[in-house]
């Protein structure tokens, strides 16, 4: 069964604290990519990859950091810089990275504690 | 600039009757791609379909039906008989091919179907 897989499902994070969000896909996408949604609004690129050991900023990059070290594995981690982290994250991946859909994990609800 | 937009926040209808969700788009090249997505209350995104700026025949998925309009920049899709099920927000998107493969989403609409 090809998909991709987001965890955990929610998620807190104490002030000051680093955390990891999770995902990975087993559909042999060389490209992947890390949204964030707020209530009431669209998706937000925060970070993506056109193919392993490769990534570029999104347009709300800052306070994240990622890293792509096997090609069905993009792990997304929320540091302490971003001062409001409270959101839906969803990861997508897509065969490449030009003219193709985007296909997405089930996404990730981080709170505040 | 909003590349996509989505005029309608929130519609409701009754079961039965059919909808229509608005989305409005804007961009200078002549190659694009137009998408629509499903989120149900789960949260995950549903890909439902994807156009391209060369083909301009409307399309039919059961239910569903989308009319693209280079014309007029939209890319309207519709629900026949709606059902409880197709209560979500869907999402409108843009691609440029030029400048990868950046998505565009619109802020959303949201539909609920009474039964």
């Known amino acids: 069964d090809g998909g991709i897989t987001q965890s955990p499902k929610y998620l807190f994070r104490k002030e000051g604290q680093n955390v990891t969000l999770s995902c990975e896909q087993n559909?042999?996408?060389?490209?992947m990519y890390w949204y964030r949604q707020d209530p009431g609004q669209g998706l937000r690129l925060i970070y993506y990859?056109?193919?392993?050991?490769?990534?570029q900023k999104g347009d709300i990059a800052e306070g994240y950091s990622v890293s792509r070290e096997k090609k069905e594995s993009f792990p997304l981690t929320v540091t302490s810089a971003q001062k409001n982290p409270t959101a839906f994250y969803l990861c997508?991946?897509?065969?490449?990275?030009?003219?193709?859909?985007?296909?997405f994990g089930p996404g990730t609800r981080l709170l505040v504690l | 600039a909003q590349k996509v937009t989505q005029a309608q926040t929130e519609i409701s209808v009754v079961e039965k009757e059919d909808v229509t969700l608005d989305c409005v788009y804007e961009?200078?090249?002549?190659?694009?791609?137009l998408f629509w997505y499903k989120q149900p209350p789960s949260g995950e995104l549903v890909f439902l379909i994807r156009?391209?700026?060369?083909?301009?025949q409307n399309e039919i998925s059961g239910r569903y039906s989308w009319n693209f309009q280079k014309s007029t920049s939209s890319f309207n899709f519709t629900i026949t008989a709606s059902q409880v099920v197709d209560s979500a927000v869907y999402f409108c998107?843009?691609?440029?091919?030029?400048?990868?493969?950046?998505?565009?989403f619109g802020t959303g609409t949201s539909l609920t179907v009474i039964p």
């Open positions: 997508a991946s897509s065969t490449s990275w030009t003219k193709e859909t985007q296909y």
């Open positions: 961009t200078r090249d002549t190659t694009y791609y």
């Open positions: 990859s056109q193919i392993v050991n490769d990534f």
């Open positions: 156009r391209n700026s060369f083909d301009e």
């Open positions: 559909l042999n996408h060389d490209a």
């Open positions: 998107a843009l691609s440029e091919p030029n400048t990868g493969n950046q998505f565009y």
